[in-house]
Each structure stands twice: as structure tokens, then as C-alpha cells.
């Protein structure tokens, strides 16, 4: 194990714990994007349809409350994108190798 | 920036979705001969940082709010190929488990912001680095976004849904972002200095030094 990787996850830890205390903050100036008003621009905000097989939508956990449903999607989001990405890495490289 | 389904049209989400899948194809046959057993857990580390940092909604007073994409951040430090799979990698999590961004059109989301964002913020930055690492890549950032959110509203703007009102949707996409952009290059440029002195050899040009250390 390189020695910066418990570093990393460290941070990343802490990026996750972070994302309740934006959430909240970005609700508190309400959050709009710039995809979203010009979705109200020209009247598409309508056409939306949102992802209903996804098991965790818009990063909230059913049953649990809107600060704990961020944190829980956060951590369990960054878990699967490293794990993801840590055999998208080991697959390049088995490439590699078989080159 | 992430788009959901429903907003545009099936023709233009597939030609997407093709020009991503060719895309990828060739960046993983680049990166192929790269991905040292050393650079594989920097990949997981970095797409796993850009997905956290993506959550992170900064609030802007004003009623708005952006959060960090971080593609041309992916690009500088893993180089433009593996950058943009980082990128693909979050982007693909975000729409099969939380529904940010659709299905449908996940290959034009992939397309926004995992190739253009990449491969534009690594072209601004290589093109800036020789007068400053630190005002490289926070252009890379700022316009590497923009230039991602100006490809998103011209997919937009050719939609029905958007009634085919190209110039209203390049016009607030693109100034929209041009603005939150700033936001984008400064942690790009911040977070990429932090781990530039902390971390010298993680840079990609140190690749050889960390494989020789492992």
C-alpha cells in the first residue's frame, strides 16, 4: 500500500462530511444552475424526467433525513467511484501488459 | 450541468453517445502502455476526489450555485486520456445511482463534461503553463467549464424541448458559466498548487521516478 493512500482517504472522508454543510448552505441562497434557467427560458423545466431507477435519486436515502441522506450518498458514491475507477486503472493496465 | 432526460431530442443524445463511445475508445488505447501499477490507485483517488468535491454545491449569494466539475483539473494531473475516464467514470455513477443527469442522454453529459471540459481545460493549460503553472490551470478550470456548458447548450438549444431557442440557451449557459467558471479555475488552480508542492512526484511528467520508487 503506497504510504499516501491513507492520506487520500482521509480527505476523502472529509470531503464527504463537507457535503451536508453545502448542501444546507446552497439551499439557503436556493440553488438554481444555469441549465436550469434556461430550462425556464424557454419553457422545458416540464420535459424533465427524472431517473426513477435510480436506487439513491438526487443523493437522498429513503427513511433517512435530508443531512444524513447527503452524507450516506457522498461516502457511499466516493466508495464506488474509487472502487470503479480502481478497476477501469487495473484493466489499462492488464492492457499494458498484454501489449 | 448534468442533463436529464426529456430535454434533448433521442437524435442528438445518440450521436452523442456514439462520438463519446469513439472517444473513449481511442483514450483508452492511448493510456493503455501509461497506466503503470503506481498510476492505477492515483486514478481511483482522483476520480473518487472529483465525485466527493462534485457534491459540494458552492452557494452563490444571489440565488445561484455551482459546484466544482473538476475535468480539467483530471487532465492536468492524470493527463488528458486517463482524465477524461476519470471524468466518464463519475459522470456514469452519478446518472446509474443517483439519477443526476439521464440515461438517455448520459453519452451527451459524458461528451460535456468528461471529453470537452478534459481535453479543452488540458489544451488551455499546456498552452499557459510555460507563463505560470498556477494561471494555467486556473484558464484550464474557467475555461474548460465554460467551453463544456457551451457544448451542453448547443445540444440543448438544436432540442424541441428548448423550442429550438439555440441563442437563449448558448447566451445563459455560457455566461452562466463563464462567471461560475472563475469558481472552477480557482480550486483547479489552488488544489492543483497544494499537491504540485506536496506531492512533486505525482505530477504526470514524475511517472517514471514513482514507478522507479515502487
Sequence with gaps: ?99 | MHIPDGYVDLSIAVFCAVLSVAVLSVAARRVGGEVSDARAPLLGVVAAGVFAAQMLNWPIPGGTSAHFVGGAFAAILLGPHLGALCLATVVTIQALVFGDGGLVVLGANVFNMAIVEVYVGYAVYRLLAPYGEFRAAFAAGWLGITAGALTAAVQLGLSSAFEYQLLTTVAIMGVGHLVLGLVEGAITAVVYRYLARARPDLRPDAVSEVAADA
Excluded at chain 1, 22 to 48: I, R, S
Excluded at chain 1, 61 to 73: D, E, I, K, R
Aim: aromatic letters at 6%; charged letters at 15%; a negative charge.
Design chain 1, 1 to 99: 500500500m503506497r504510504e499516501w493512500l491513507p492520506k487520500a482517504l482521509a480527505l476523502l472522508l472529509a470531503l464527504t462530511l463537507l457535503a451536508p454543510v453545502f448542501g444546507w448552505a446552497a439551499g439557503q441562497v436556493g440553488y438554481a444552475e444555469p441549465l436550469e434557467n434556461a430550462a425556464e427560458a424557454t419553457g422545458a423545466t416540464d420535459d424533465a424526467e427524472s431517473t426513477v431507477s435510480a436506487p439513491l435519486p438526487d443523493y437522498a436515502v429513503p427513511g433517512l433525513g435530508s443531512a444524513m441522506g447527503t452524507f450516506v450518498s457522498a461516502v457511499v458514491g466516493t466508495a464506488l467511484t474509487l472502487l470503479a475507477a480502481l478497476v477501469l486503472g487495473r484493466l489499462l493496465g492488464a492492457d499494458a501488459d498484454a501489449d
